[in-house]
């Protein structure tokens, strides 16, 4: 169905969705005075095509290999592994399996229960059941409806300074550079040529208002 110039998928039956590699949980938008609003159909936030983009709905099945944006809006995605993810506007990444995700921009909170990685550019983050964050510059290319001749140049997000913050557990953070490990309430910068900083001290007070979205 077309649906605001852009494409909205069917849902499937919920026996297909338990074969789901991953579905949109929760989503996520600011009303006009700003506050955030859970909803059910997206205008921010999708799956991004090669000729346009489909929209998010809540329910909708993702297949391993999908890029996904949140461009203006917040979106809990639920992985068939278990793991939750929660992209902040502006993130951007690709479901590649089970256990890994490619950011390509911007804010990812992970909420993982077992062994799980993310690679962002040059960085590789390997946990075993924890909380995190990755952080790097925001996506800010807009969606494409159909007919837009999409032939836009992706901006490279993963130039900029990447940060890791740990909430829980710990998280093993790699580039060619070295390596580090962060522990619980530890943060890292990465610059652009892979160089990692020294842990520092970060605390989940923090995220105190920030990430408040209603359920």
């Not at 949980?25 to 600011?30: A, M, T």
């Not at 489909?54 to 995605?77: P, S």
């Not at 993982?112 to 962002?120: C, D, E, R, T």
């Amino acid at each position: 169905m077309i649906l605001g110039g852009l494409i909205y998928l069917s849902l499937l039956s919920p026996a297909q969705a338990q074969e789901a590699f991953a579905t949109v949980d929760k989503l996520w938008e600011p009303d006009a005075a700003g506050r955030w609003k859970s909803i059910t159909d997206a205008t921010q936030m999708g799956i991004i095509g090669e000729t346009e983009d489909v929209l998010l709905t809540k329910g909708m099945v993702l297949e391993q290999g999908q890029q996904v944006r949140a461009q203006l809006g917040m979106a809990e995605i639920e992985l068939a592994s278990g793991n939750t993810l929660r992209l902040e506007p502006g993130a951007e990444l690709i479901l590649v399996e089970p256990t890994l995700i490619e950011q390509l921009a911007g804010e990812v909170m992970y909420m993982v229960k077992g062994a799980f990685s993310v690679k962002f550019g040059t960085v590789h983050c390997t946990v075993e059941g924890t909380k995190f964050e990755v952080i790097g510059p925001n996506q800010v290319t807009a969606l494409h409806a159909p007919g837009d001749n999409k032939t836009e140049i992706p901006d490279d997000a993963s130039e900029g300074t990447i940060s890791v913050q740990v909430l829980k557990g710990k998280v093993r953070v790699s580039t060619e550079s070295g390596e580090v490990l962060l522990n619980r309430e530890q943060r890292l910068l990465v610059d652009p040529d892979g160089t990692l900083g020294e842990p520092q001290k970060w605390s989940m007070c923090n995220l105190c208002g920030y990430h408040h979205v209603p359920h």
